[in-house]
């Protein structure tokens, strides 16, 4: 029988998907002394992409072959024969993948499917990933359904083989609905003679969040302030497995869970495709239409999911497809407005999301990432009215208005309402009986405060700004400090309390003009002219007397 040699579709063509070979030993021989098949050695390597593998290994058994090293040159190979099928399994699920990409493929014998894959074989090297359309693709989804006789096998643990050509895949009960676990793409090898070590061919997917300020020129970033009211700007980021040309659908599902003081705008939402990953994101993206997903929101919950079932296969508004790979990014775009549940001061406004996608080829298997955070603040101000010469006098009956000019962007001829928000009419805020304003919901940055009408027997202080500058930890979003300035001298025990701006302004007492029509007016002028006419009286009798003098 002509003998053929297995180790082309590994060294020539990259059979060996994601095989990657260590120090290769001296040669051993094919056979045992009694002259039955001997065994071979192989390690498959943990998962470096994850912090801890717990995945386990299914392997199947292809070909059954004599396997021995040589070296050609400087080249050390495996020299394969006597090549018989594994099981009747493989037999079938060999066979049939093979006719499904050549209808005409005659071939009858174990070594005629062998010799088809050597030549079939696409890539190069161990970084080939198995594309799922081809035969190799099929091959471990038939071995998957076919239910084979598997070998178990623990990743990062030598395990001892028959020789012959093997199909690695992971095991999906190690991975189904586990956060940061992920299957390697299919793996072939040949194991016999010396031993061979594996690399597992996959990456985690990853996801991250971000929120836009509305101040301008703010970036996308982790953390934000807004107003009562106001439509916050919301990112999400999720990257793709390096193995998704070996998955035949890739499911892509992002679930946000929104604080109770956001209301998330499902109609809002944008899913964008951006090709490269780097660069600048507006001249890269691509729009996915909006029949290529689904959007959600579970009002009991607060969360908004967003669900591609099948990433590779996403189109743009024209019907084109998108150019998926494994350096693709998917933007997820949408605005949600703080609410007046929302917490103020200190305690933020969070939504965490997380993603949940396919992790294992040839499987339903679904995993979730890490999750990723932002964190939105709103403020509180506290206003005091009280006397210049005692500040424990409260000062009841003031009335101010609040003008947010720089806490928006464009939002000079807004006006703070009573809940925080922002109008356009002035609302006038009245001091209570321990003369205090208080109001929630305030963006970071500059306003404007009017009294408009003084407290009884007071004068009213002059208009005047202050400034809510917070300084945000980097790496945790939680607030480092808050700054406050004010333009005016009345206002005075500037301070900040738990993330609430505590305002001091003083009133001094003072004579006001009386109005008109009072009764005080009345009696003025009646003393007034009563004196006037005494005046006259006096002024005309002198006058008379001096006359009658000259005379």
């Not at 020539?12 to 009694?34: I, S």
């Not at 079932?309 to 494994?326: E, H, M, Q, R």
């Not at 396919?358 to 509180?380: C, E, L, W």
């Amino acid at each position: 029988m002509r003998k053929h040699n297995i180790a082309r579709m590994a060294a020539a063509a990259g059979l060996a998907l994601t095989m990657a070979l260590g120090p290769v030993a001296a040669p051993v021989a094919a056979f045992a002394a009694d002259g039955t098949a001997t065994q071979g050695d192989i390690t498959i390597n943990a998962n470096t992409h994850v912090t801890s593998d717990t995945t386990k290994l299914l392997g199947y058994k292809l070909f059954k072959a004599d396997v021995a090293d040589q070296t050609v040159g400087t080249t050390t190979s495996k020299a394969v024969s006597n090549i018989t099928w594994g099981s009747d399994q493989a037999q079938k699920a060999v066979e049939a993948a093979i006719k499904a990409v050549e209808p005409a493929y005659a071939g009858t014998s174990a070594q005629d499917a062998a010799d088809w894959l050597s030549t079939h074989a696409s890539g190069s090297g161990s970084a080939t990933v198995v594309d799922a359309n081809d035969a190799f693709g099929k091959i471990a989804a038939a071995m998957r359904m076919a239910g084979a006789p598997a070998t178990t096998i623990t990743p990062g643990t030598k395990v001892t083989l028959d020789e012959g050509y093997w199909l690695f895949v992971t095991d999906s009960a190690t991975t189904e609905d586990l956060i940061d676990k992920v299957g390697t793409a299919p793996i072939y090898a040949v194991v016999g003679g010396s031993a061979v070590t594996v690399d597992q061919k996959s990456s985690l997917p990853t996801v991250n969040k971000f929120i836009k300020n509305d101040a301008t020129g703010s970036v996308w970033a982790k953390v934000a302030d807004s107003q009562i009211g106001q439509d916050i700007d919301y990112k999400l980021t999720g990257t793709v497995a390096t193995a998704l040309a070996s998955y035949d659908t890739y499911y892509y599902s992002f679930s946000d869970v929104l604080g109770s003081g956001l209301t998330a705008d499902s109609s809002s939402v944008k899913v964008m495709v951006q090709n490269p990953a780097t660069g600048d994101a507006a001249q890269t993206e691509t729009q996915v239409r909006a029949d290529d997903y689904t959007v959600s929101l579970d009002s009991a919950t607060n969360t908004l999911t967003v669900t591609i079932n099948d990433l590779k296969s996403v189109k743009d508004a024209n019907g084109n497809a998108i150019a998926i790979t494994p350096n693709s990014v998917v933007n997820v775009y949408y605005t949600a407005r703080l609410n007046s549940n929302a917490k103020v001061a200190s305690s933020s406004n969070d939504n965490t999301v997380t993603l949940t996608y396919s992790n294992n080829p040839g499987t339903k298997s679904h995993g979730d990432t890490t999750p990723a955070t932002v964190r939105d603040y709103t403020y509180q101000l506290m206003l005091m009215k009280v006397d210049s010469s005692n500040n424990s006098k409260g000062l009841q009956g003031a009335k101010f208005t609040i003008q947010a000019t720089g806490a928006d962007e464009g939002a000079g001829t807004k006006y703070v309402q009573s809940d925080g928000s922002l109008g356009d009419t002035a609302y006038e805020f009245t001091s209570g009986a321990d003369g205090s304003i208080a109001v929630s919901g305030l963006d970071a940055g500059e306003y404007t405060v009017v009294e408009t009408q003084a407290p009884d027997g007071y004068n009213t202080v002059p208009s005047f700004t202050f400034q809510i500058y917070p300084v945000y930890k980097e790496v945790t979003g939680d607030i480092d400090t808050i700054r406050v300035q004010t333009s005016n001298a009345n206002v005075s025990d500037i301070n900040v309390y738990d993330g609430v701006v505590d305002l001091v302004v003083k009133d001094k007492a003072g004579m006001s003009l009386p109005l008109t029509g009072q009764a005080g007016v009345t009696i003025t002028w009646i003393a007034g002219g009563a004196v006037l006419a005494l005046g006259i009286t006096h002024l005309v009798r002198s006058r008379k007397n001096a006359e009658d003098s000259a005379e």
